[in-house]
């Protein structure tokens, strides 16, 4: 084999390994996705202590207060803002108590600030709910699957 065809078959072999190489870091579209935002809220106290995030089964933080007058933006205090690639996810949200459940999925696109709303559940995993509002009687410390446990009840933003 002479020394020419040597240099040619090494510089075809190394140019092949730098376009498949190259051609992999890029997206299908040969754009980058771009990032967006996702704030996780409540409008009201439901009575069931902090909300726990979790987006693609990462805990992402907790919801502390609710916002009752308005939709907060990414990034708003004692709501869950999460920073992530532009996509589909699946998130799920549970009470401090485990009563309340919120289990979905989102599309985020490039550059949005998306706000979930975690409304008040139709049901939850001790069955059909009655909003906090419509509730004639607070239930007395010991009663409820979770007698040993005290939730901690939200605050109003601001």
């Known amino acids: 084999m002479s020394a020419n065809l040597r240099v040619v078959l090494v510089a075809l072999l190394i140019s092949t390994v730098w376009v498949w190489v190259g051609c992999d870091l890029l997206e299908d579209d040969g754009e980058e996705q771009g990032e967006g935002d996702v704030v996780f809220w409540v409008d009201e106290d439901y009575d069931e202590g902090y909300i726990d995030v979790w987006v693609e089964d990462t805990h992402r933080g907790r919801v502390t207060h609710y916002y009752p007058d308005e939709v907060p933006t990414c990034g708003a205090g004692g709501c869950v803002s999460v920073l992530l690639d532009a996509g589909t996810y699946d998130y799920l949200a549970e ?22 709303q975690l409304d008040y559940p139709t049901t939850t995993s001790a069955g059909p709910t009655t909003p906090p509002d419509a509730r004639e009687q607070p239930l007395p410390m010991d009663a409820g699957p979770f007698p040993d446990e005290v939730a901690v009840p939200l605050q109003p933003a601001g």
């Open 95 to 116: 009470s401090e108590s485990g009563v309340l459940q919120w289990e979905e999925s989102f599309t985020l696109e490039d550059g949005v600030c998306l706000p979930i």
